[in-house]
């Protein structure tokens, strides 16, 4: 079984007073003595006796940068050093050369003097996304996060995070501004953040770099807009013979899509959807599933046909309602696939807009009732303040007529 490490939380080490050794794994301990004061030491073994290496009081050096301390000694040692043995002494001030009758100044022993190395842009990078991904709503935007670094900073991740500046933002960002806008411009915002959580962690100090106003504005063309345009969207008076086709196509991914169509969903919604959610007429997704806050959906009688046809004879709670082949969350390439096979040069994100177009042409519908079957924000902070009901009985309405459109190619056959 591996070791833990990495035991220990900022948190945990300011609250610790009781005497001793407090270990935070792989040789860290935290060391507090009688009198309450704390420091760092490094414990290991060399040529089969045991060595304590002092890393620092804990009011000078951060859990981090104890961490980043270890690991260059276990780097020494993995080498064949020493690392106490390679230490520089460092030696107290003579006094005015001698003593005062004329003789030697005497010399105070030697003692070892460990400089914690300076974290990186990398190191401070995975210390605040591993800070923040319990609030994000899936793994995809931890990967997101990393893909950035890697792809498009390698070339100043290894740098010292204090050490930064405009020059090595502008290096990263300059190379992607005008061909790859919307990957510079999450570059850009990523760095923005990192840069000040190492502030706060006092890591480094000065202005934020990769601050866009008053700092790269002025450096920087504005990015194109939306270099990706609107996703494709299927006019709606196709939808019903689409629906149709669908409905005879076989496979999860086809009901998956069925159900993304009916309750005008994004595809996330759908591929991370669990019977847990599903509360008889009603989709009820938690915040940390939603764009801006928890959403209630109505389901049609449409909606609830389908649901009724995949659900097995026992479900859990986190059951996903649209399982992949072999049980877990369903590639989020399996609609676009499916979409493609059937009626291709679309996607299923376009089905929205095939909603929202079908809603203002064809019904009279109030435009705040069909962006709120979108998942949209309506009005300011006032206005959804006195709409707390979130228009439930009016969305139904709404879906319950777009599910009988939908479906009315098959009720013609």
């Known amino acids: 079984m591996a070791l833990k490490i990495n035991k220990l939380t900022d948190r945990s080490v300011r609250g610790l007073k009781s005497e001793g050794y407090h270990s935070d794994g792989d040789g860290l301990y935290l060391v507090v003595n009688r009198t309450g004061a704390r420091s760092w030491v490094y414990r290991y073994r060399s040529n089969g006796a045991r060595r304590d290496m002092g890393l620092g009081s804990f009011l000078d050096v951060s859990l981090v940068n104890a961490r980043l301390a270890r690991d260059e000694a276990k780097q020494a040692i993995a080498s064949g050093q020493d690392p106490l043995a390679r230490k520089e002494p460092v030696h107290p001030a003579r006094n005015g050369g001698g003593r005062p009758g004329g003789g030697e100044a005497l010399e105070t022993p030697a003692v070892a003097v460990v400089v914690p190395p300076r974290p990186t842009l990398h190191a401070c990078w995975k210390d605040y996304v591993k800070g923040q991904e319990g609030s994000w709503r899936g793994r995809k935007t931890k990967a997101s996060w990393m893909r950035s670094i890697e792809r498009h900073a390698v070339s100043i991740k290894d740098k010292p995070i204090d050490q930064i500046d405009v020059d090595d933002v502008l290096s990263v960002l300059q190379p992607l501004w005008l061909t790859k806008a919307e990957s510079a411009g999450k570059l850009r915002e990523r760095l923005e953040r990192v840069l000040d959580y190492a502030r706060v962690k006092k890591l480094r100090s000065g202005a934020n770099p990769a601050l866009w106003k008053g700092n790269l504005i002025h450096l920087l063309p504005p990015r194109p807009k939306l270099q990706r345009g609107h996703m494709p969207a299927m006019p709606y008076p196709e939808i019903p013979a689409f629906m149709k086709r669908l409905a005879n196509s076989q496979g999860m991914s086809a009901r998956a899509l069925e159900y993304t169509v009916l309750t005008v969903a994004r595809e996330t919604m759908t591929l991370e959807a669990t019977w847990g959610e599903i509360r008889e007429d009603v989709w009820d997704l938690h915040q940390s599933r939603m764009k801006e806050r928890a959403f ?118």
């Open 296 to 413: 209630r959906q109505p389901l049609s009688s449409g909606a609830q046909a389908l649901l009724k046809a995949v659900r097995p004879a026992r479900v859990r709670p986190n059951q996903l309602v649209f399982p992949g082949v072999k049980g877990g969350p369903m590639s989020n390439m399996a609609m676009d696939k499916m979409l493609r096979e059937l009626a291709p040069g679309f996607t299923p994100h376009g089905m929205r807009s095939s909603f929202r177009d079908w809603a203002g042409d064809e019904t009279d519908y109030a435009r705040e009732t069909i962006e709120e079957c979108l998942a949209h924000v309506v009005g300011d902070e006032t206005e959804r303040a006195y709409r707390r009901s979130d228009a439930l009985r009016k969305r139904r309405e709404v879906l319950e007529a777009w599910s009988a459109y939908c479906l009315s190619g098959m009720a013609a056959a």
